[in-house]
């Protein structure tokens, strides 16, 4: 058992994954001359309109089910080759500085054979990506068939952005929001649904936090800062019945920089207000004309004042992943993410004054001079409250979250004929959060010492898949998932009689099926997906064993979950317009929390979890158009989007639960209730109306109510403002100089706080967010392969005083760096 002095990160890997995966390393080893004489090759020349040739531009070739995927450099002569590749089709994306992103090329090549392409880079155009979360598969924008957006590495690096989560600020049907400054509690939710609604996935592999409330990540949210991701996408819409629990409402991928052609990388240093300094290095490149391709990257986030002058954050992350092509058909890659972080907590916002005794109320903060005061012990009668209706988060010295994660994977790819291909893969993932809490600060704190309260959770995941071509018109893919997730709560109280722990473990199978059907010559693109996943629950542990919660019950796994999905998009060439659908429904399990979620103190256990709970339940379905103006310099999309939650999960002391009748004891904790509906219209805009300037707007309308009250008297759901709307500007002079400006709003939205009068949560009315951002950057060449970049950014340009849910944000604050690549 871990003690409160042995934070020592514990993650053992099951021998056996491996030891199979080692042996068809070494098969494939010993096959590779045989396999290097008969590879094909892809030759590619990048030029301008006029036929010039660009070099150095980044060329990046994927397949179809994403086994190879490397990035490599033009040379001098605009020439770039792919060697030992196996034959069938690959797509294929070209772009350089001053240009537009190439169209996305899909090139077949034959055994022994090698293909010569020639990809023009248009002068102004708007940028095309590929992408694989919306199918599990390598897709170019015209046969994506559901709502996907994706942010560029290069979008990411523009706006200098620090953390995942503010980079996804301007995606339609996202409402990110973030409880102070950086390194703060972050959380997304997707077209007006829930936190743990929207799953994250690295490369396309679950990360949760198996530990958490909810069993999903949105708890690491501000952990994720940028370290080496080449794009995140995201998809918005059901995609349990390709990801699983969780994706209720969405999906957020975070994809790894490919790597591949010559060394190459990235030196970032930065500081400014906050006493914030960030750096960041990059390093990518192949070995072996690319039969071996790796990148990796390390990020450090230093935060030393923060909002209030006292709210320190820190953060390590490290991110690489190597790829060996063991032969033209056999690849085996290995990938790797962790971070460790440490930040200062806040109090929590409560309500102050002559409170109506109901409705909603309006969100007045209390002066910053009279929140210094009561941070000092006056007492709240005796503060100068005026028209005052809450307290913003005080501070609190002695309250901070440590956090720290490791995910690695392996996969194994082999495809021995052109038609089917199979992969097999391991995932292991360990979680661990630490929340310490000491008797200083106001309000409620630990009397005589100091609480400690560790969440770890383990997630292994095993998985096997195959693909198989049918034809031209089907492409099916398939296979089955093993998950075993461990949960383990120790809790060291100021008395060491009181500490406790809880351990608990459950298991899953799954099997899932997905049929891709591209028909009239690629126009009509149709996917049908199916999904089931068994469970299977271990008996928990608690710790001290006397009067254990749950003694002697016979616990009943989570029911089998079935999910389907189904997605449509014709396009009409002519006209640059595309029609599409996409319906399905979604599960989430009942997290291990939710099921055995206790505390134990001087009195015994307070019970909160309920092992009878059943599993939240939804459908959605959306549809929208997708049109390009304008010799593609101009793409407009509209989306208009329904989720109905059948059934979910909520944590309930509004007196619902009875102690009388329930088998627990419970005064309240979680229970099922019927759910809500969320609906609404997506709408954004690219455009690059001159060679120099790109574009980008996009406007959320939601109206998401609960069938059951939140806080009492109110079923709008909460946090959720009914229109957000967001706006990007990159004007870039010559090829030296850039300015960026974005800008993120939204209307006014409630949000719950606590009520000491009433000891009960009220609904409160904020403010929305209008938050303008301004930044400039000169890059200073030192020949064809090195640069040096300053800039300089302002952030919350305006500096407009605004609360999250009653956490006072930044105002204006300004930062400098300089990044040199090489």
């Known amino acids: 058992m871990n003690t409160k002095n042995d934070r020592t990160l514990h993650f053992h890997f099951r021998s056996k994954p491996l030891s199979i995966l080692a042996l068809l390393f070494l098969i494939s080893s010993f096959s590779y001359d045989a396999f290097a004489q008969a590879g094909a090759g892809i030759t590619v020349r990048v030029t301008d309109q006029q036929g010039a040739i660009v070099p150095r531009a980044a060329v990046t070739l994927f397949t179809r089910d994403d086994r190879v995927r490397i990035k490599t450099l033009t ?73 996907v957006s994706v942010v560029s590495q290069q979008e990411i690096d523009q706006r200098d952005e620090t953390a995942i989560s503010e980079a996804l600020r301007t995606v339609p049907g996202l409402r990110v929001q973030q409880l102070g400054g950086p390194g703060s509690f972050t959380s997304i939710k997707t077209r007006g649904l829930r936190n743990e609604d929207t799953a994250i996935l690295i490369d396309g592999l679950r990360f949760r936090d198996a530990a958490a409330p909810q069993g999903d990540g949105s708890g690491f949210l501000e952990d994720l800062i940028v370290t080496d991701v080449s794009r995140v996408e995201v998809l918005r819409g059901s995609g349990s019945s390709l990801y699983g629990s969780n994706a209720i409402g969405g999906v957020i991928n975070l994809v790894t920089d490919e790597g591949g052609g010559a060394f190459h990388g990235n030196l970032l240093a930065e500081g400014g207000g906050l006493g ?55 690849t085996l890659l290995g990938r790797i993410y962790a971070a460790n972080s440490r930040v200062q907590l806040n109090n929590s916002p409560e309500g102050i004054g002559n409170l109506p005794p109901t409705g909603i109320i309006e969100a007045i903060a209390l002066s910053p001079e009279e929140l210094s005061g009561y941070e000092a012990g006056v007492s709240t009668s005796m503060l100068n409250v005026g028209a005052a209706t809450f307290i913003p988060a005080a501070n609190d010295p002695d309250n901070l979250r440590k956090a720290n994660f490791f995910s690695g994977a392996v996969i194994f790819s082999q495809r021995p004929t052109e038609a089917f291909g199979y992969s097999l893969s391991y995932q292991g993932l360990a979680t661990n959060r630490t929340g310490i809490n000491g008797p200083l600060g106001v309000g409620f704190q630990p009397f005589g010492g100091t609480e400690q309260s560790d969440f770890d959770a383990r997630v292994h995941t095993l998985s096997a898949r195959l693909d198989v071509r049918a034809g031209r018109a089907n492409f099916i893919t398939g296979g089955y998932e093993f998950e075993n997730e461990n949960f383990r709560n120790l809790s060291f109280q100021v008395n060491p009689a009181d500490n406790s722990t809880v351990d608990v ?34 008996q928990p542990t608690f710790t001290p064993a006397a009067s254990a919660p749950y003694s002697g019950l016979v616990f009943q796994s989570p029911p089998t979950a079935y999910t389907g999905d189904g997605s449509i998009a014709y396009m009409f060439r002519s006209s640059g317009t595309k029609l599409r659908a996409h319906v399905g429904n979604g599960y989430r399990a009942p997290s291990l929390f939710e099921r055995f979620g206790t505390f134990f103190g001087s009195f015994g256990y307070s019970t909160y979890g309920d092992p009878r709970l059943r599993p939240d339940r939804s459908i959605a379905v959306d549809g929208g158009i997708d049109q390009t103006f304008f010799r593609n310099r101009v793409r407009a ?27 627990f004891g419970r005064f309240g904790g979680y229970r099922n209730t019927n759910g809500g509906i969320a609906r609404g219209v997506e709408l954004s805009v ?30 709008r759901s909460l946090v959720i403002p009914d229109h957000q709307f967001s706006l990007v500007a990159t004007q870039r002079f010559g090829r030296r100089v850039m300015v960026n400006f974005d800008l993120a709003a939204s209307s ?33 060449p030192f020949g064809e392969s090195r640069s040096l970049r300053f800039f300089g950014y302002l952030d919350n340009l305006f500096d407009r005083e605004y609360f999250e849910s009653g956490f006072r944000t930044p105002g204006l604050t300004g930062r400098a760096g300089a990044a040199f690549s090489f």
């Open 505 to 538: 473990t459950q298991r899953s199978h799954a099997l899932f099926v997905q049929d891709q059907m591209r028909l009239l010559e690629d126009r009509l693109q149709i996917s049908l997906a199916f999904r089931t996943q068994f469970f299977s629950l271990q």
């Open 686 to 715: 690219t455009a690059t109306p001159t060679r120099t300037l790109n574009v980008s707007a996009s406007y959320t309308y939601t109206k998401s109510l609960q069938r059951t009250p939140q806080v009492a008297g109110v079923l």
């Open 276 to 330: 914030m300094f960030r750096g960041r290095a990059q390093v990518a490149g192949g070995a072996r004309n690319d039969s071996i391709v790796y990148s990796a990257g390390f990020s450090q986030l230093n935060v030393t004042r923060g909002v209030d002058g006292d709210d320190e954050a820190r953060n390590s992350s490290g991110q690489g992943r190597v790829l060996f092509r063991l032969t033209p058909t056999t």
């Open 748 to 780: 006014n939205y409630l949000a719950p706080i606590f009520d000491p009068n009433t000891f009960s949560s009220r609904a409160y009315r904020f403010r929305g967010l209008a938050k303008a951002d301004l930044g400039g950057s000169y890059t200073l």
């Open 75 to 147: 040379d001098e002569a605009g020439k770039c080759s792919f060697e030992q590749l196996s034959p069938g089709e690959y797509l294929i994306e070209a772009e350089a500085a001053g240009f537009a992103s190439s169209a996305t090329e899909v090139l077949r090549v034959e055994r022994n054979a090698t293909a010569t392409i020639d990809i023009p880079l248009p002068i102004a155009s708007v940028n095309e990506r590929v992408t694989v979360t919306a199918q599990g598969t390598v897709q170019p924008v015209d046969e994506v068939s559901k709502a």
């Open 637 to 663: 999309s509209a989306t208009y989007f329904y989720t109905r939650l059948q059934q979910v999960i909520i944590f309930d002391f509004s007196g619902a639960i009875d102690p009388a009748t329930d088998p």
